[in-house]
């Protein structure tokens, strides 16, 4: 019975190691690349691990200066430097001599062009060796030999413009004509010299002012009401590009008419406001995905509203900007078809409080009342620190007046 005892001391004490060692760490490379593993020593220069499953405990070194985090099995997390950016590569760059590249510009002066690869190495190359560069947003740029007259060109071409808006004629108003109804004999009662005058008095139903080439000034009322819409929204960094898996969000919130006249509009505005991002490392493996969303209280001010002027259908453009404060904000990243998790990181490098830009708008009201409108957000104001990346994003709305 003794022995048997001891059998089963030694049965258990063994299936406890084998359970200890199938569980591993997980090592994050700067790539931001997991690797399985059973940490054995962290030095000041390197790492020692070995696979799990491996018998032999055969040690493996990874450099320090390689590693991001260490998240144990226990759960804790240790922190070794900073990710690397998640590098997308969508330029062309294009050469005289026939070949091409997949690269990211960096930067382009009159004597090279300077740009990185999915690798992040930096590379230049001598602006006459580039026959042209076709940039993700579609926009291309050909550095072929061009005539020296072509800003004189542009200069005469802008001159042409010039001329043709001066001698274009001034749209001038119709004025209503009054109707008068053909003559009828005058009443026996009445003096013919009376006659005029009576019958414009039956036809406006009033006297004519003295001035009465002039139309009476129409009056338009200012507006309270409820702006509520969809967002799509990115961030940028050197350049602004159509992002190709945007951020889909929501902001809501009141109106204010400032101001108000047939062609004319101003608009104060308090909106409950979502931004962030959303982005696809597809050049590593496995492939990463990861999502930010920032929640603002913001203010918008519309100090330029066009209109058309119609009394149905007014379309208008209107620009302005607008000033935010950060409410709060949350970061998660995934491996694949994984399932989001969260990105400390990240969510300690967005630490800037207030977020402030640009905005233009199109927008369609009826008569006076705001109903449908289109925007365009560009941020001027960093959200991480330590790192050139801002708020960008379009948006559609529907204008609710009280």
């Given at each position: 019975m003794?022995n048997?005892?001891?059998a089963?001391?030694?049965?258990f004490?063994?299936?406890f190691?084998?359970a200890?060692t ?6 994050y490379?700067v790539d931001?690349s ?5 940490i054995?020593e ?12 491996d018998?032999?405990?055969k040690?493996i070194k990874?450099?320090r ?8 099995v226990n759960g804790?997390t ?5 990710p690397g950016?998640l590098k997308t590569?969508?330029?062309?760059l ?5 070949e091409?590249?997949?690269?990211s510009?960096?930067e ?10 999915a690798t992040n190495?930096?590379k ?6 580039v026959?042209?560069?076709v940039?993700?947003n579609g ?6 030999q061009?005539p020296?007259?072509?800003p004189?060109?542009a ?6 413009a010039?001329v043709?808006e001066k001698?274009?004629p001034?749209l001038?108003t ?9 003559a009828q ?5 009445e003096?013919?010299?009376?006659r005029?005058?009576?019958i ?7 006297p004519?002012?003295?001035n009465?080439g ?6 338009h009322?200012?507006?309270v009401?409820?702006?509520v819409?969809?967002?799509m929204?990115?961030f940028?960094?050197?350049?602004v590009?159509w ?6 969000n929501w902001?809501?919130?009141?109106g ?5 006249t ?21 050049d590593?493996q496995?492939?990463?995905t ?9 203010a918008?001010?519309l100090?330029l509203i066009?209109?058309?002027g119609?009394?149905?259908l007014?379309p208008?453009?209107?620009?302005g900007g607008?000033?935010a404060y950060?409410?709060k904000?949350?970061?998660?990243f995934?491996e ?7 990105d ?6 967005i630490?800037?409080k207030?977020?402030y830009g640009a905005?233009?708008m199109?927008?369609?009201y009826?008569?006076?009342?705001p109903?449908?409108?289109f925007r ?7 959200v991480?620190k330590?790192?050139?990346v801002?708020n960008?994003?379009?948006?559609v709305?529907l204008f609710?007046?009280f």
């Amino acid at each position: 019975m003794r022995n048997l005892y001891l059998a089963i001391l030694l049965l258990f004490t063994s299936l406890f190691c084998v359970a200890q060692t199938s569980q591993s760490d997980t090592i994050y490379r700067v790539d931001r690349s997991k690797i399985a593993a059973v940490i054995d020593e962290v030095s000041t220069e390197e790492l020692l691990y070995f696979l799990p499953g491996d018998k032999d405990q055969k040690k493996i070194k990874i450099a320090r200066g390689e590693v991001w985090k260490v998240v144990y099995v226990n759960g804790e997390t240790e922190i070794f430097n900073l990710p690397g950016p998640l590098k997308t590569v969508n330029d062309k760059l294009f050469l005289k001599n026939g070949e091409s590249f997949q690269v990211s510009i960096q930067e382009v002066t009159a004597e090279v062009v300077r740009f990185s690869l999915a690798t992040n190495e930096q590379k230049q190359l001598p602006l006459t060796q580039v026959e042209k560069i076709v940039y993700v947003n579609g926009i291309e740029h050909s550095y072929a030999q061009e005539p020296e007259a072509t800003p004189v060109q542009a200069e005469t071409k802008a001159a042409a413009a010039a001329v043709s808006e001066k001698q274009e004629p001034a749209l001038v108003t119709p004025q209503k004509p009054v109707a008068v109804p053909t003559a009828q004999p005058a009443p026996t009662s009445e003096p013919a010299a009376a006659r005029p005058n009576e019958i414009i008095i039956k036809i406006q139903h009033e006297p004519a002012p003295e001035n009465s080439g002039k139309e009476p000034r129409q009056e338009h009322k200012g507006y309270v009401g409820i702006r509520v819409g969809g967002s799509m929204t990115s961030f940028y960094t050197g350049k602004v590009a159509w992002p190709k898996k945007p951020f889909y969000n929501w902001e809501a919130g009141l109106g204010f008419s400032l101001a108000s006249t047939k062609h004319y509009n101003a608009r104060l505005e308090l909106v409950y406001a979502n931004k962030g991002s959303r982005e696809t490392s597809s050049d590593q493996q496995p492939e990463i995905t990861s999502r930010t969303k920032i929640t603002y209280g913001q203010a918008n001010l519309l100090p330029l509203i066009l209109k058309a002027g119609g009394s149905k259908l007014n379309p208008a453009i209107g620009v302005g900007g607008y000033y935010a404060y950060r409410i709060k904000h949350v970061s998660e990243f995934k491996e694949a078809d994984g399932e989001y998790e969260a990105d400390d990181l990240t969510q300690d490098l967005i630490d800037h409080k207030f977020d402030y830009g640009a905005l233009v708008m199109l927008a369609f009201y009826s008569g006076d009342r705001p109903l449908l409108e289109f925007r365009y957000e560009h941020g001027l104001a960093e959200v991480m620190k330590g790192l050139k990346v801002k708020n960008n994003g379009l948006s559609v709305s529907l204008f609710l007046k009280f």
